[in-house]
């Protein structure tokens, strides 16, 4: 399981990273939101992860308790999940628009161009 | 007695006290106007370190250790000491504090950011007596390093000066330089302490206490000789030791209270009071060789700077230095002669500098110049100045029976002593201190010459000084005077506690003058007649000093420090442009590659394990990540922003199945709506713009291919050796918030108590990022409608 996930990060860092060096701003960005879905599984990962079960929710009325001792998934990286999903969605919102602007004022996509210089 | 913990807390708290209320109150002094508003911060400082001298005088003759807790799992506390040595040192910079507040409240009267210096001051006063007080190594360096921070500021008053700047900027270099050495001493003391006493500990006072141990412990680690070395650069820099004496005459372009404070009894005297502090950890060979000689050179060095030396504060500034450096030949001698010589000069050199810094300030203020040639016959003028400057210039030249005499004849029986014993070359130790001393004696009838004969043409002095200008100079002339008469009284009082306190053996300072011919009562007969000798043809003096220094212009510290400097800055001129060019790529390369290689070097250094990884793997997650994984490869080669969107579209929905089927149905929902979202802005922004997609040049893919595979390998070595094991329970702090959520949060959905209860705070800084975020969105397309145009 861990392999899995290991190599589904590494891979979507990959991309990310290759995204990231482009001169076309909008991929740019995509890097930036496929570098953050990774991040977020990276997460995950970190609270142990087992195969889902409807036991495993942490959601506690649903396991027919209302006091501890229950085994559930991690809900502390999920709560950390929680945040960041919403954070690097205003991340992208912003970075999105920033992208607009400054094509706006440049009148190009080629971050290349914007320092005057060749590749 | 033991000591009273709450008070040497209020003495050093004080004045950091006072530094963050002075400039509020010059601010109030400032709608007042008048004198309060020229000079009323000064005394209000002045009035804080009259308290502080109070408080600290309470303590004398007490000894023990006082302690708070800090951090108690590095055993780092706030330990304050309170002993002979710290009490003399926090006596001298809180008692001449007071001097120099009332004096530099006359003399900074309507200068400029009055609130910043005092405030400064004062907090370069409180650091100081930290210092003085400290008995933990961790606090040592923290007022340590204080003192350097407070002096750059200080040294640097006048900041639209080049010189000024310069000068703070060097003396900021050398003294934190100095700092980071200590730094690196206190780490290795911490591990011999550990090795000693079994347990580690940054405490100074239980180190002082078991020498022997400590000595062994570090030697056995082999600690022993870097410590003791990287200490005493650390203590050369601070206090001015060539070859890092470059700083001190520098930093006299600071205003005279300033110069007379730092060289007299704070700055300088830090690193010579911390040397005094360590020398029962290090005495022994290696450090008179090495403390010593670093002294004793020192001390020749600047005294004939000091005779070469045109400017008065420059000449006070070297001779500060030739003092520094026979405090610190004193305490590099091991017999107790050389402890008792430290200890006493420390507290005859603090009254008699700065004293003669104020009578500097004094004359360039009534003068107009400080220029020793246009300077002469000012007894006519100043003659209660001219009084002061005798009594105190005659104690700095170590003429019988002033106080300087008495420490310097200490220091000559301490030499003459290591010389007789260990013989060889160890006689260059009396002979460089008497060389030294002649030269000490014709820079400081050069400077008593001020006074003396007749007044250059062209020199008018324009009005008598204020009193409140000549009273701190005079109080600490009448303190040398009841020094030279009854030296007991000062040695009795606190000096000889202080040299106990540095020293291995007994100590019983004798301060008389001599009744009988002795080896050292015969050096200061040489080095009293060979100075006077020597002053009466002091110019032929001067050019053959000039002469020689002119020759070694290109090895004079300073000339290398400048190339030093000159070096860094076209170093970082040229590096500059290479790591910060404006391309993205650039930077995203920089950050990358640095930040993977840097992981992986930490993997391999600390040789970390992959754990074993459990071979079941569920094929859905397998099937939804695989799906993930092609659709941010098609993402990365999609030809047209669409299908790049929707592709990406793609990637979140699976990671959001993957939230499902790890347990995380609270993620899922957001994720589905985020993605959703994402996808709309998405395809409404690149509607607007041109579909350009970039050649990709085939070597240039490669290369990138290359940066990316390394830090997606990166990441993935990173997730396998942070995962944990799947049978690992839950982590203290996730357990807490399970148990806890019902009970305390009122809630069964665990991730949503956290969310909105225990990290309530969090979320609202959240929710606050996503407003900003949404104004700047909003704001970045609405004023370009308004014509904000570049």
Not at chain 1, 20 to 37: K, P, T, Y
Not at chain 2, 355 to 371: C, S, Y
Not at chain 2, 543 to 560: C, Q
Not at chain 2, 690 to 706: K, N, S, T
Request: hydrophobic share 55%; with cysteine.
């Amino acid at each position: 399981m861990t392999l899995a996930i290991a190599l589904t990060v590494g891979a979507l860092f990959t991309m990310g990273t290759f995204l990231l060096l482009r001169d076309d701003l909008v991929r740019v960005v995509w890097g930036v939101a496929i570098i953050s879905q990774a991040a977020n599984v990276y997460l995950i990962a970190m609270g142990g992860i087992e195969e889902g079960t409807f036991d495993l929710v942490p959601i506690l009325a649903g396991h027919g308790h209302d006091a501890g001792g229950v085994e559930t998934a991690d809900p502390l990286v999920q709560a950390l999940v929680l945040t960041a999903i919403v954070i690097s969605f205003g991340m992208t919102a912003f970075a999105l628009v920033l992208s607009y602007r400054a094509y706006e004022e440049n009148g190009t996509m080629n971050v290349t161009e914007w320092a005057g210089g060749d590749q | 007695m033991a000591p009273q913990g709450g008070v040497v807390v209020a003495a050093i708290a004080l004045p950091f006290l006072g530094a963050a209320l002075v400039p509020l109150l010059y601010r109030l002094f400032g709608r007042v106007g008048g004198r309060l508003d020229e000079e009323g911060v000064g005394y209000v400082g002045a009035g804080v370190a009259l308290t502080s001298f109070a408080l600290v005088v309470s303590q004398v003759g007490e000894a023990g250790v006082v302690s708070f807790s800090w951090i108690p799992s590095l055993d780092v506390a706030l330990r304050l000491q309170v002993d002979g040595l710290a009490v003399l040192f926090a006596l001298l910079a809180s008692g001449i504090g007071v001097c120099i507040f009332t004096y530099a409240a006359r003399y900074m009267h309507g200068k400029d950011n009055l609130g910043r210096f005092f405030g400064t001051l004062l907090a370069f006063m409180g650091s100081i007596l930290g210092v003085a007080f400290a008995a933990d190594l961790v606090v040592l360096f923290v007022f340590w390093e204080l003192t350097s921070v407070c002096s750059f500021v200080l040294i640097g008053y006048y900041t639209d000066d080049d010189e000024s700047r310069y000068s703070a900027r060097m003396a900021m270099l050398v003294t934190v330089g100095g700092g980071l050495c200590l730094l690196v001493a206190v780490a290795m003391l911490a591990i011999g302490a550990e090795a000693a006493f079994g347990a580690r500990t940054f405490d100074l006072a239980a180190m002082l206490a078991e020498p022997e141990a400590m000595r062994a412990a570090l030697e056995t680690k082999g600690l022993f000789l870097p410590a003791m070395g990287l200490l005493v650069v650390a203590a050369a820099a601070k206090s001015a030791q060539v070859p890092l004496h470059f700083w001190l005459p520098r930093a006299m372009v600071a205003p005279t209270p300033v110069s007379a404070f730092l060289h007299s009894a704070t700055m300088v005297k830090v690193g010579v009071y911390v040397l005094g502090r360590t020398r029962p950890l290090f005495v022994g060979e290696e450090w008179t060789l090495l403390v010593a000689t670093l002294g004793l050179v020192t001390m020749a060095v600047g005294a004939l700077l000091a005779v070469l030396a045109t400017d008065i504060k420059e000449l006070l500034a070297y001779s500060t230095a030739s003092h520094l450096g026979l405090m610190v030949a004193g305490f590099g001698l091991g017999s107790h002669y050389g402890a008792e010589a430290g200890a006493f000069h420390l507290f005859n050199h603090a009254l008699f500098k700065a004293a003669l810094f104020l009578v500097a300030g004094i004359v360039a203020h009534e003068v107009g110049t400080r220029d020793i040639d246009e300077l002469g016959g000012l007894w006519r003028d100043l003659p209660v100045t001219a009084l002061i400057t005798g009594v105190t210039a005659l104690s700095m030249a170590g003429i019988p029976p002033f106080g300087g005499f008495y420490s310097k004849e200490i220091l000559f029986e301490a030499t003459w002593e290591a010389a007789a014993h260990d013989g060889g070359a160890t006689w260059l130790f009396p002979a460089l201190a008497v060389f030294a001393s002649i030269f000490t004696v014709v820079y400081s009838l050069r400077f008593l010459w001020l006074f003396v004969g007749d007044r250059p043409e062209g020199t008018t002095v324009a009005h008598r000084p204020s009193p409140l200008l000549v009273a701190p100079a005079a109080l600490l002339a009448v303190l040398v005077a009841v020094t030279s008469v009854v030296p007991d009284l000062a040695i009795d009082a606190v000096v000889n506690d202080a040299a106990a306190a540095t020293a291995v053996h007994d100590v019983e300072i004798h301060a008389a003058l001599p009744t009988h011919v002795t080896p050292p009562v015969a050096m200061s007969a040489v080095a009293v007649g060979g100075g006077v000798a020597a002053f009466r043809v002091v110019e032929d003096v001067r050019t053959a000093i000039g002469r020689v220094h002119a020759g070694l212009h290109a090895v004079h510290p300073e000339a290398v420090y400048d190339r030093l400097l000159s070096v860094t800055e076209t170093a970082s001129a040229s590096l500059g442009p290479l790591v910060h060019n404006g391309l993205v790529r650039t930077y995203v390369s920089w950050a990358l590659i640095a930040s993977s290689a840097l992981a992986l070097a930490g993997y391999a250094s600390a040789t970390v394990a992959i754990p074993s990884l459990s071979t079941e793997v569920p094929v859905t997650i397998v099937l939804v990540l695989g799906v993930a994984v092609l659709a941010a490869i098609a993402t990365t080669r999609a030809e047209a922003h669409v299908t790049g969107v929707l592709t990406l579209g793609i990637l979140g929905f699976m990671v959001a199945i993957f939230y499902i089927l790890a347990s995380g149905p609270d993620l899922a929902l957001t994720q589905l709506i985020v993605e959703t979202l994402v996808l709309l802005i998405f395809l409404l922004v690149i509607e607007q713009m041109p579909a350009f997609y970039g050649e990709l040049d085939r070597r240039i893919a490669a290369r990138d291919a290359v940066v990316s595979l390394f830090v997606g390998a990166t990441a993935t070595v990173t997730v396998l050796v942070a995962a944990p094991s799947a049978d690992r329970p839950l982590s203290d702090t996730a357990r807490y918030y399970v148990d806890s959520a019902v009970p305390e949060g009122g809630g069964a959905n665990v991730v949503n108590v956290i969310l909105t209860d225990f990290r309530a705070l969090d979320t609202l800084g959240e929710s606050i990022v996503i407003a900003v975020a949404a104004l700047s969105v909003l704001v970045l397309l609405a004023m370009r409608g308004r014509g904000e145009v570049r």
